[in-house]
């Protein structure tokens, strides 16, 4: 087991930027394929951004130049930063960790094991 602690979230304006941090509360889930998703109101979860245990990352299309995600295992977090933000990015954005090294299926919910309770992103025009 182990507890995901999402933060950074935030209200912004279009073409600003935010860097949401993941705090995980055991290092060796650290060495897992870990990830971010995000929902908007009325629409399904949607994978953002994932990174395995060898830094290579996966990256929704829609996101693919504005935002990049990175992991500190020394401090057991994991981010994303979010540059030129747009109003669709605004959703509740959510931090997951899988129990496997690399990170396949690409971008699926469903091959991640625990979950944050996600951090508000809201961008205005």
């Known amino acids: 087991q182990v507890q995901l602690a999402e933060s950074g979230g935030g209200s912004v304006q279009a073409g600003g930027s935010l860097r949401l941090s993941c705090a995980a509360s055991?290092?060796?889930?650290?060495?897992?394929?870990m990830g971010w998703f995000r929902q908007a109101p009325g629409k399904e979860r949607e994978g953002v951004a994932e990174?395995?245990?060898?830094?290579?990352?996966n990256y929704a299309d829609s996101v693919k130049g504005r935002f990049t995600v990175s992991r500190d295992n020394a401090k057991s977090t994991l981010y994303l930063q979010m540059n030129s933000l747009k109003p669709e990015d605004t959703a509740m954005y959510y931090c997951?960790?899988?129990?496997?090294?690399?990170?396949?299926?690409?971008?699926?919910?469903?091959?991640?094991?625990?979950w944050g309770q996600g951090t508000q992103v809201t961008v205005s025009s």
């Open positions: 990174i395995d245990n060898y830094g290579s990352t």
């Open positions: 997951a960790a899988s129990t496997g090294r690399f990170c396949r299926p690409v971008l699926r919910d469903y091959a991640y094991s625990f």
């Open positions: 055991r290092s060796t889930y650290m060495r897992n394929c």
